[in-house]
């Protein structure tokens, strides 16, 4: 999309990829086998699987914008979140089954393991936004 907002609703399939240029995009309950990719220059990015992951890739990025990924609770994987001048928190659950977080400001990189650390791997990725992750 160029200056439209993009939002996509109980879709399966191999993989998903949307792009944008200014609008926010949001991908709820979706199913996918490989990888999902959703990406933005200006405008927020919500991305939400309807099952517990275990494998593929998630890659949401933005410019000047807001991601934000809610994961299903049985999800196993690991996540590396990029910032150059936003926020970026979490909770979700670690190896051990206890709830773990990230806060974090400004120029930020991390990496954690979510539940058994093995299976899907998750990149979030923001020049001038606030990244937000959650296991529910």
């Known amino acids: 999309t160029v200056s439209v907002n993009a939002e996509v609703e109980k879709v399966s399939g191999r993989t998903l990829r949307i792009r944008s240029v200014s609008g926010d995009t949001q991908a709820s309950d979706i199913a996918f086998e490989e990888s999902a ?36 609770a049985e999800t196993n994987g690991s996540v590396e979140i990029t910032t150059k001048s936003g926020d970026a928190e979490g909770k979700f659950k670690g190896a051990d089954g206890k709830d773990q977080t990230i806060s974090a400001t400004g120029m930020t990189a991390v990496a954690h393991s979510i539940g058994s650390g093995s299976g899907v791997k998750i990149m979030l990725a923001s020049v001038s936004g606030d990244i937000s992750i959650r296991q529910e």
């Open 37 to 72: 990719s959703l990406e933005t220059v200006s405008g927020s990015v919500l991305f939400a699987p309807r099952n517990p992951l275990s494998a593929g890739t998630i890659s949401l990025n933005a410019i000047s914008g807001d991601l934000e990924l809610k994961l299903p």
